[in-house]
C-alpha cells in the first residue's frame, strides 16, 4: 500500500512541534466544531447565567495554546485532550475565585434577575470534583484521563 500521508490537522501539529507557532492560526478553525462541542459539554455543567460562555472558554483555551513553547503534539486527539482539559482548568480556576473569601465568595449576591443566581455548591462541587480527578491522576494517570474526557469532553 502506499505511505502513510498525515492529516492536514496532524501536519499542522508537527509543524507547530518544529517551532512554526503560526501554525495554530491555521489549525484553530479546522479543529472549532470540535473545541466547541468540547466547550459546550463543560459549560453544560455550569450554573446558569455563568459569566463565560462558550466561545469565551474557547478563546481563553486558545490564548494558553498559544504560549505552548515547548508543545509536543501527537495527533488530533491529543490536541483535543489538552484543550479540554486546559478548558477545565480555566473554569476551575474560575471556581475558586468565585469561591475565594478574600473576594467575597463566602457571600450571597444577589442579582437582578433570578435566572441568575449565583450557585456556590456547583462552583465548590466542580473543584472539589478537580480535587479528585487530580488525586485519582496520581494513583493511575491513565484513569484520570478517560475520567476527564467523559465527564467534561462528552
Same mark, same amino acid.
Given at each position: 500500500?502506499?505511505?502513510n500521508?498525515? @492529516?492536514?490537522?496532524?501536519?499542522? +501539529?508537527?509543524?507547530?512541534?518544529?517551532?512554526?507557532?503560526?501554525?495554530?492560526?491555521?489549525?484553530?478553525?479546522?479543529?472549532?466544531?470540535?473545541?466547541?462541542?468540547?466547550?459546550?459539554?463543560?459549560?453544560?455543567?455550569?450554573?446558569?447565567?455563568?459569566?463565560?460562555?462558550?466561545?469565551? +472558554?474557547?478563546?481563553?483555551?486558545? +490564548?494558553?495554546?498559544?504560549?505552548?513553547?515547548?508543545?509536543?503534539?501527537?495527533?488530533?486527539?491529543?490536541?483535543?485532550?489538552?484543550? @479540554?482539559?486546559?478548558?477545565?482548568?480555566?473554569?476551575?480556576?474560575?471556581?475558586?475565585? +468565585?469561591?475565594?473569601?478574600?473576594?467575597?465568595?463566602?457571600? &450571597?449576591?444577589?442579582?437582578?434577575k433570578?435566572? &441568575?443566581?449565583?450557585?456556590?455548591?456547583?462552583?465548590?462541587?466542580?473543584?472539589?470534583?478537580?480535587?479528585?480527578?487530580?488525586?485519582?491522576?496520581?494513583?493511575?494517570?491513565?484513569?484520570?484521563?478517560?475520567?476527564?474526557?467523559?465527564?467534561?469532553?462528552?
Amino acid at each position: 500500500m502506499g505511505a502513510n500521508i498525515a @492529516s492536514p490537522v496532524t501536519e499542522l +501539529l508537527l509543524r507547530w512541534n518544529d517551532g512554526e507557532s503560526s501554525c495554530l492560526d491555521e489549525l484553530i478553525p479546522l479543529l472549532e466544531q470540535e473545541l466547541r462541542r468540547i466547550a459546550h459539554c463543560h459549560m453544560r455543567n455550569e450554573r446558569p447565567g455563568h459569566t463565560l460562555q462558550t466561545t469565551a +472558554l474557547i478563546n481563553e483555551a486558545y +490564548l494558553k495554546l498559544v504560549d505552548q513553547s515547548r508543545a509536543n503534539w501527537t495527533n488530533r486527539a491529543h490536541f483535543l485532550a489538552v484543550a @479540554s482539559g486546559m478548558m477545565r482548568h480555566l473554569l476551575v480556576d474560575h471556581a475558586r475565585r +468565585l469561591c475565594s473569601v478574600r473576594r467575597g465568595g463566602a457571600k &450571597l449576591h444577589l442579582p437582578l434577575k433570578e435566572d &441568575l443566581v449565583f450557585s456556590p455548591a456547583k462552583s465548590k462541587a466542580l473543584v472539589a470534583l478537580n480535587d479528585a480527578l487530580d488525586e485519582l491522576a496520581e494513583l493511575n494517570p491513565r484513569k484520570a484521563q478517560e475520567v476527564e474526557m467523559r465527564y467534561f469532553g462528552g
